[in-house]
């Protein structure tokens, strides 16, 4: 798959990750209206729907993963910065296939086109303490 497939399905999934936080509509149905309201040629659909899918199936592990690095409560942040969160642990996570530093760098991306204006540093901050963690986990 090309990696700009993969980030137009990171673009989509970030939406509609958003839109089931703000409605907690059932996540078939959003993606399912996700192809038929947006251009989706371009996008790996699969990468799109596995996300989607996977972050609202494993949402309590992704902020248990997420909570030691956060610099306030999940409930108190903003839902555009947590679903780039979510979808970032998502696939630091569970996607061995993908290296951390595209994770990363894509979260950050996600977050300049999509959140208030600084939060690309909050989220490359989180990111970043979750990777030295891991790091450090697997050297000891």
């Known amino acids: 798959m090309?990696?700009?497939?993969?980030?137009?399905?990171?673009?989509?999934?970030?939406?509609?990750?958003y839109q089931w936080q703000m409605t907690q509509a059932n996540v078939g149905e959003i993606v399912e209206q996700f192809m038929v309201d947006q251009d989706l040629s371009k996008t790996d659909v699969e990468y799109f729907r596995g996300l989607v899918a996977g972050v609202s199936q494993t949402c309590e592990e992704l902020d248990t993963?997420?909570?030691?690095y956060l610099a306030r409560k999940r409930e108190e942040?903003?839902?555009v910065d947590t679903a780039i969160?979510?979808?970032?642990?998502?696939?630091?996570?569970?996607r061995?296939?993908?290296p951390y530093k595209v994770v990363i760098n894509e979260a950050i991306e996600l977050?300049?086109?999509?959140?208030?204006?600084d939060s690309?540093?909050?989220?490359n901050g989180v990111l970043d303490k979750?990777?030295?963690?891991?790091?450090?986990?697997q050297s000891n």
């Open 130 to 137: 979750f990777i030295v963690s891991q790091k450090m986990r």
């Open 2 to 17: 090309k990696p700009a497939e993969r980030r137009r399905a990171r673009k989509f999934a970030v939406q509609a990750i």
């Open 120 to 123: 690309h540093k909050y989220v």
């Open 77 to 79: 942040m903003d839902l």
């Open 111 to 117: 977050a300049k086109e999509f959140a208030a204006e």
């Open 85 to 94: 969160l979510r979808l970032a642990m998502f696939e630091l996570s569970k």
């Open 96 to 98: 061995d296939d993908v």
């Open 65 to 68: 993963k997420l909570a030691p």
